[in-house]
C-alpha cells in the first residue's frame, strides 16, 4: 500500500510563492507518474501538473504553465510543486497523486491514478 502526504500549503499574497511536496511511503513505490490536481471552492477537482517518475517529463495545465513547475526525487520518493507568482485564482486544496503504469486513462484525468493524499490548503491573498 502506498501512502502520499502533501505539505507546504499555507497562507500567501497574490504574487508571492509557495513549494509543495508530496512524500511517498510504503514499501514498494514505482509510480509511472505523479500529479498534482487542485479544487477550489464550487469546482470540480483539475489537472495541474504531472511529472514522469523514471523519464522526468513534465506537463502542465495551461493556466499554470510558467509560473509552476513540477519536480521530483527518486531517492527521497518525494514530488515537489513550486508555485510562483501566485493569483487568488490559484487559492484551493492541492492534492498529489500517483498514477501506475497500464492506466487506460489520460494523464490530466482523476480516473488515471491509484493512490491520493489528503491534500493541503493554498489561500491566496489579494
Known amino acids: 500500500q502506498v501512502q502520499l502526504v502533501e505539505s507546504g500549503g499555507g497562507l500567501v499574497q497574490a504574487g508571492g510563492s509557495l513549494r509543495l511536496s508530496c512524500a511517498a511511503s510504503g514499501r514498494t513505490f514505482s509510480p509511472a507518474l505523479m500529479g498534482w490536481f487542485r479544487r477550489a471552492p464550487g469546482n470540480e477537482r483539475e489537472f495541474v501538473a504531472g511529472i514522469g517518475w523514471s523519464t522526468g517529463h513534465t506537463y502542465y495545465a495551461e493556466t499554470v504553465k510558467g509560473r509552476f513547475a513540477v519536480s521530483r526525487d527518486n531517492a527521497q520518493r518525494t514530488a515537489y510543486l513550486q508555485m510562483n507568482s501566485l493569483k487568488v485564482e490559484d487559492t484551493a486544496i492541492y492534492y498529489c497523486?500517483?498514477?501506475?503504469?497500464?492506466?487506460?486513462?489520460?494523464?490530466?484525468?482523476?480516473?488515471?491514478?491509484?493512490?491520493w493524499g489528503q491534500g493541503t490548503q493554498v489561500t491566496v491573498s489579494s
Open positions: 497523486a500517483a498514477r501506475l503504469s497500464g492506466s487506460a486513462y489520460s494523464y490530466y484525468t482523476e480516473a488515471a491514478y491509484a493512490y
